[in-house]
């Protein structure tokens, strides 16, 4: 069974950092792709960033140059490294991943940016 939950979101000022984590379980770590998604109030769920099972990462468009995702293969869990925080960042984070033909994700955390 998957299992996903992600720590470490919460409140900071404009211009701050968060470094939200996801630890995995019921999944070959080193194989599975990860994705950080963002669903903000009244907005539709957008991607942040993935990381592949081969370690190639990749940033939706409206965070890049500020987040950056990474992995840690012997403690399965993948981080999101935000930087240069905006209040538009407000969001619940939520990690999924596909794994033997099912999408799972994890509760997710709230991430609030002030102004």
């Known amino acids: 069974q998957v299992r996903l939950v992600e720590s470490w979101g919460g409140l900071v000022q404009a211009g701050g950092s968060l470094r939200p984590s996801c630890s995995a379980s019921?999944?070959?770590?080193?194989?599975?792709?990860l994705e950080w998604y963002r669903q903000a109030r009244g907005n539709q769920r957008e991607l942040a960033a993935n990381?592949?099972?081969?370690?190639?990462?990749n940033c939706g468009d409206a965070v890049k140059g500020r987040f950056t995702i990474s992995r840690d293969c012997p403690k399965n869990t993948v981080y999101l490294q935000m930087t240069n925080l905006k209040p538009e960042d407000t969001a619940v984070y939520s990690c999924?991943?596909?794994?033997?033909?099912?999408?799972?994700w994890g509760p997710g955390t709230q991430v609030t940016v002030s102004s």
């Open positions: 999924g991943t596909s794994w033997r033909g099912r999408y799972d």
């Open positions: 019921g999944i070959v770590f080193s194989r599975a792709g």
């Open positions: 990381v592949s099972g081969s370690g190639k990462t």
